[in-house]
């Protein structure tokens, strides 16, 4: 006999529940105090248990919100992403400046957010929630405005937040490491370079493009290569776009 096909929930999507035998415990609560407890302690840190105790409830009265901690994840992810501005207006001709502004803007909350790298990955329905929706509508909206098909606007879109969240979470991932020796940027950034300047011996291309690298500003130089890095992608769907006409 076949297993029976478990139900196909989501948190975005189902009713939310109130328990009358407890004081009210809301969503707004659970998603504030893990979002805090995330953004002090970072991704490990969360457990069921851990934010029942923060908010002085037992582990069980989440259960009244959320199905398991994925859930909670998706529910604050989308709380961050409430941070994002989209474009205030939809303007035909200020297509790349918005949405390089947009990426920007991505960006940065990941960055003041470093756990969002490693969460996203597993919440599988985040981009249901209201803010990722929002900022997805706006996107689409902008690029249909300045000329974009449906097909090539949707694509323009996967591609966009492909290369947004990447960076965002291979930065993040870098700036962890930094946090962690106890070093500044700046020192972390010299030590780095001698180490890996041994370690691209051999392999010419590679190394030529260290010698350029040992004398930028770190901080400085990883806003400067995104906005280089999603110029190329805006370059690219326009010349798209353009040739389609």
Not at 33 to 58: F, H, I, P, Q, V
């Amino acid at each position: 006999m076949a297993a029976k096909a478990q139900e196909f929930s989501s948190v975005w999507t189902r009713p939310q529940r109130q328990r009358r035998d407890q004081p009210a415990l809301s969503r707004e609560q659970i998603v504030s105090e893990a979002l805090a407890l995330l953004d002090t302690e970072g991704y490990d840190a969360l457990s069921m248990r851990k934010l029942g105790t923060r908010l002085n409830a037992g582990a069980t009265s989440l259960y009244t919100h959320v199905t398991n901690k994925d859930e909670i994840l998706e529910l604050v992810i989308d709380e961050a992403f409430g941070e994002v501005h989209e474009p205030a207006t939809i303007a035909p001709e200020n297509w790349r400046a918005d949405l390089l502004a947009l990426g920007r803007d991505v960006r940065d909350t990941v960055l003041r957010h470093p756990w969002m790298s490693t969460a996203i990955t597993g919440a599988g329905l985040a981009y249901l929630g209201p803010n990722l929706m929002r900022l997805s509508n706006a996107m689409l909206a902008t690029l249909e405005a300045a000329g974009f098909d449906d097909g090539e606007a949707d694509r323009a879109s996967n591609a966009f937040w492909a290369f947004v969240l990447g960076s965002a979470g291979t930065e993040t991932a870098m700036l962890t490491s930094v946090s962690r020796s106890g070093l500044s940027e700046q020192e972390w950034f010299a030590k780095m370079m001698a180490v890996s300047e041994q370690a691209v011996r051999g392999y010419p291309h590679v190394a030529k493009r260290y010698g350029v690298y040992r004398e930028l500003d770190p901080t400085q130089s990883r806003s400067d290569f995104f906005d280089s890095e999603l110029g190329l992608i805006l370059d690219g769907l326009e010349f798209r776009r353009d040739r389609a006409k």
